[in-house]
């Protein structure tokens, strides 16, 4: 029996017919490009979260690039994020022709260390980007503190997060200025790349709308140069059921959280990943660390077990980051992090069988 990372077939067997009728009504109304399926799906997804405003896109990447946008990062400034984070959240800064500065992450959430921030700010910081890494909130309230004495921006990138809570409050309701990946294997994944960013004000909302639709004012009129950063209508019918399950697959991804950690709690070698009183977490990865991580995750993989990696090399240490100038050493915890992770399969419709099949073979993998 293989066991998969994510398991996109299952989920779609338990929803094909909603989204099956849902793609042919969207066909048959031919509204390809924005329409109804598009509205609908933005002021739900707004409602989920508790936000004013959500803005369907075409990847989080390019709904990060927005809210940069948006919140008037430009040449020469500064922003600040995680080490330990996908590439996404910082190269629409290098590429707005500000300049990234990492910054080192808590060891326990994997998240951006709020008494780290502090130090990475310069005079030309200008924003923090705090990541929800894995479905585990950042620890938002010290990043605000500090964002708001040092007069910056906070822009959350959610992408990994979605309907995970802070403090009772959505992620990506937390900021004035949020991002989301919709991903295929996210936990809420549309049918093709697609992504959304939430605001608080009207007038950045409205700024990231144009800008996403080649800078438009209406049909002729352009304010500015854009970009093509749509949502497609067939993918938005597919987020708008989706977002119906979000709940409840969330809750499957806890119970085979707490099948794992039943599990493997008193397995030595591996450390479990930790939720902080303070949030509640939504298993988009289920994170652990091992010692010697590379060759367990070859046994796993030769086991049958489609174990990942996430990440195994920092940003800091990265070709594209060179010019940064970071050494081996720069960020210890995150250098360790990157070592040691190992993401085990979770989707919500893994069994308790397979949760006790990828124990078993983690077992004797560990062992040698
Ligand atoms: C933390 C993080 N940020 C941003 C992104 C970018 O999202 P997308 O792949 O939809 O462009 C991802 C997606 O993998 C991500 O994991």
């Known amino acids: 029996m293989q066991i998969p990372l994510i398991d996109l077939k299952a989920q779609y067997a338990s929803i094909h017919d909603e989204v099956d009728a849902a793609m042919r009504e969207t066909m048959e109304t031919t509204s390809f490009i924005g329409g109804p399926q ?18 369907g896109v075409s990847s989080g990447t390019s709904g990060l690039h927005l809210a940069l946008l948006a919140a008037g990062i430009t040449e020469g400034d500064e922003v600040v994020l995680p080490a330990h984070t996908f590439i996404a ?8 022709g500000a300049t990234v500065r990492f910054c080192e992450i808590d060891e326990a959430t994997f998240t951006l260390d709020p008494a780290a921030l502090e130090k990475a700010i310069t005079p030309r910081t200008r924003a923090v980007i705090p990541v929800h890494l894995y479905g585990h909130p950042a620890d938002f309230d010290p990043i605000a503190e500090v964002a708001a004495r040092r ?17 009772g409050n959505r992620c990506g ?33 409205e700024r990231m709308r144009s800008l996403s639709n080649h800078g438009r ?23 708008r059921i989706k977002l119906r399950h979000l709940d409840e697959w969330n809750t499957q991804r806890r119970q085979a959280a707490r099948w794992y950690a039943e599990r493997l709690a008193a397995v030595p070698g591996v450390v479990l ?23 367990v995750f070859a046994q796993l993989h030769e086991g049958g077990i489609g174990a990942g990696i996430h990440y195994p090399v920092p940003l800091h240490l990265q070709p594209a980051y060179a010019h940064l100038g970071h050494r081996q050493g720069d960020f210890p915890v995150t250098e360790r992090v990157a070592s040691e992770v190992l993401s085990l399969p979770i989707y919500p419709e893994i069994t308790e069988e397979q949760v006790d099949r990828v124990c ?5 993998s560990l062992a040698g």
């Open 217 to 239: 004012l209406d049909k002729h009129r352009h304010r500015e140069e854009g970009f093509n950063y749509r949502l497609d209508a067939l993918q938005a019918a597919v987020l």
């Open 89 to 96: 959240t910082s190269e629409v800064v290098g590429r707005l």
């Open 151 to 167: 007069g910056l921006r906070v822009v959350e990138d959610a992408a990994q997060a979605h309907g995970a809570r802070y403090r």
């Open 360 to 364: 078993a073979t983690l077992r004797e």
């Open 38 to 55: 598009v509205d609908a799906f933005e002021a739900e997804f707004a409602r989920y979260l508790g936000v004013p405003f959500a803005l």
């Open 173 to 205: 309701a937390l900021a004035s200025l949020a991002a989301f990946s919709f991903y295929p294997g996210k936990n809420l994944g549309a049918y093709g790349d697609a992504g959304g960013v939430t605001a608080f004000d009207a007038i950045e909302m």
């Open 273 to 295: 990943p930790a939720t902080a009183p303070w949030a509640e977490h939504v298993y988009h990865l289920f994170v652990v660390r091992v010692s010697d991580r590379d060759r």
